[in-house]
């Protein structure tokens, strides 16, 4: 793991560009150390410099977290193909007019979810040798990555999902084998994420401490205390 | 409103009985005056002095509200009717047996929300003349009592219902014109409120700041944190 750039931000949280081989990532961190991490996934390979992520980064870190995003394979900082973003924009297109778009899913983003796993647990391997971090260690952002990683990664502790109502079928087969404590935020009349879907895979869950969370409005309209609640839910289970 | 008895909790807050004419209540106010006000309705005609509600008025007021529970008509300490007492076995009967209750709910808890709205009203006029007590009023708990009274009483600035499965035809039908801000609050596998019906019903209420929360579990078993995220809620609306 190499620092690329810092910066010191007004309430004492550092902000360190790194790479991990072809691995792009933001690491923040908060005054006092050894903190305990989160895991912050960009939704559906979005950037990891996308403004509500980081804003939600610095949040957290604010209030004693550190705080990681990556770019998944292809997306953000990385190289991209030429047929990655054929079907990103046909899958923008496709949801911008209400179409179905299993089918794009299931070719673009469930390989994505396979090649993205393991470059976040390699990045918590390394991240985990840093003496400023100490775990234990939640996971918020991506539902299908998280599901994924709840499953076969131990060291995930909690996580907080969002949206959820186009999710791979391999995620939504193995949600009932989620047993860590779930906090799951959806918009009500999210414009790309069918509602009887997310109600169905909240309720597959196979965790014994969940709970939902759902405000009107559509995808990009969560309340901002949607945030205060994310970093309470994790106070409980990681401080 | 004659005060009856009055007891100093271990963290400052005073906890009254009262009268009102023939309404019997409890007032808990903290030490800092003048407070804003939540009346906390026990649902569906519950005592109020049952030991969960009793937990949550006190928690409230410990965070600076002043909270007022009167008991409905028939209900908690006030004289009961044969017709009630079988009414109530009838319905406490049919939902342990997982009967529907639409029936018994007409028949019997709509009337009840009738005679209850304007003792409410009553006991809210009475409550704003205290120097203690400053406003602006939130309103906590029975659903179908604080949808009725979001309707007719513009005082009523924010408020919080608590499963909302069963609710009298009436309230379902004026849902849509509740217009305040408002948090949802229902269990998952609640025996006694079917979890369609509760998300409904959160569908149907006219205002634009509404939010649902969901845990996994019966009716009794909402976790404590809910209490902290009800009293965040009045917190961003109320002070």
Redesign the interface.
């Given at each position: 793991m190499q620092f690329t750039s810092e910066q010191r931000l007004d309430d004492g949280v550092l902000e360190r560009e790194f790479t991990l081989g072809e691995i792009p990532g933001t690491l923040w961190t908060p005054g006092a150390a050894p903190a305990p991490l989160i895991l912050m996934a960009p939704n559906n390979g979005l950037p990891k410099r996308e403004s509500r992520l980081v804003a939600r980064a610095r949040h957290y870190a604010s209030f004693g977290y550190a705080v990681a995003a990556i770019d998944a394979p292809g997306c953000g900082d990385r190289p991209r193909s030429a047929a990655d973003e054929q079907a990103r924009a046909d899958l923008r297109r496709a949801m911008q007019a209400g179409e179905p778009v299993d089918e794009i899913f299931e070719s673009f983003i469930g390989p994505l979810v396979e090649k993205a796993v393991p470059e976040w647990r390699t990045t918590l391997d390394a991240l985990l040798s840093l003496p400023e971090i100490g775990g234990p260690v939640g996971y918020s952002g991506w539902t299908a990555v998280g599901v994924r990683l709840a499953v076969v990664e131990p060291r995930i502790a909690a996580a907080g999902f969002f949206a959820g109502g186009y999710v791979p079928r391999a995620q939504r087969e193995e949600a009932p084998q989620v047993t860590i404590p779930l906090l799951f935020l959806m918009q009500?009349d999210d414009e790309g994420n069918p509602r009887q879907r997310a109600?169905d895979l909240?309720?597959a869950f196979g965790?014994?401490?969940?709970?939902?969370?759902?405000?009107?409005g559509g995808h990009v309209g969560t309340?901002w205390?949607e945030v205060?609640?994310g970093s309470?839910f994790f106070d409980?289970h990681l401080k």
């Open positions: 009500w109600l909240f309720d965790t014994k401490e969940k709970t939902l969370h759902a405000n009107l309340p205390f205060e609640d309470r409980r």
